[in-house]
């Protein structure tokens, strides 16, 4: 019976957190998006037209933020992610830069 319950609980918790992963425009959610909801510098996802602040990941995890070719508060950049929006934010599982 204990084995049932373990095997059940794994299965529902693996459905519960996978997520597909989707094309998504990845940048400053201030500074590129116009989100106004919060202060600084902050990443964000953008895709149906529509722009989240991102929770699991930080700006400065793929570099200085305010480099002029590549920082996400000069440039909006693709990138495929995985996660879901919760309570108006993108909670990211996974990001891979394109």
Same mark, same amino acid.
């Given at each position: 019976?204990?084995?049932?319950?373990?095997?059940?609980?794994?299965?529902? =918790?693996?459905?519960?957190?996978? =997520? $597909?992963? @989707? &094309?998504? $425009?990845? =940048?400053?959610? @201030?500074?590129?998006?116009?989100? &106004?909801? @919060?202060?600084?510098?902050?990443?964000?996802?953008?895709?149906?037209?529509?722009?989240?602040?991102?929770?699991?990941?930080?700006?400065?995890?793929?570099?200085?933020?305010?480099?002029?070719?590549?920082?996400?508060? +000069?440039?909006?950049? &693709?990138? $495929?992610?995985?996660?879901?929006?919760?309570?108006?934010?993108? +909670?990211? @599982? &996974?990001?891979?830069?394109?």
């Amino acid at each position: 019976m204990k084995k049932i319950a373990f095997i059940l609980v794994l299965v529902l =918790s693996v459905a519960c957190t996978n =997520s $597909e992963k @989707q &094309t998504v $425009e990845l =940048s400053c959610g @201030q500074c590129q998006f116009g989100l &106004t909801s @919060q202060d600084g510098c902050d990443l964000a996802v953008r895709f149906d037209d529509k722009a989240y602040f991102v929770d699991g990941a930080d700006i400065d995890d793929f570099g200085d933020a305010h480099d002029k070719d590549t920082g996400f508060c +000069e440039v909006i950049r &693709t990138a $495929e992610v995985s996660g879901a929006v919760v309570d108006n934010r993108f +909670e990211v @599982q &996974t990001i891979e830069l394109k």
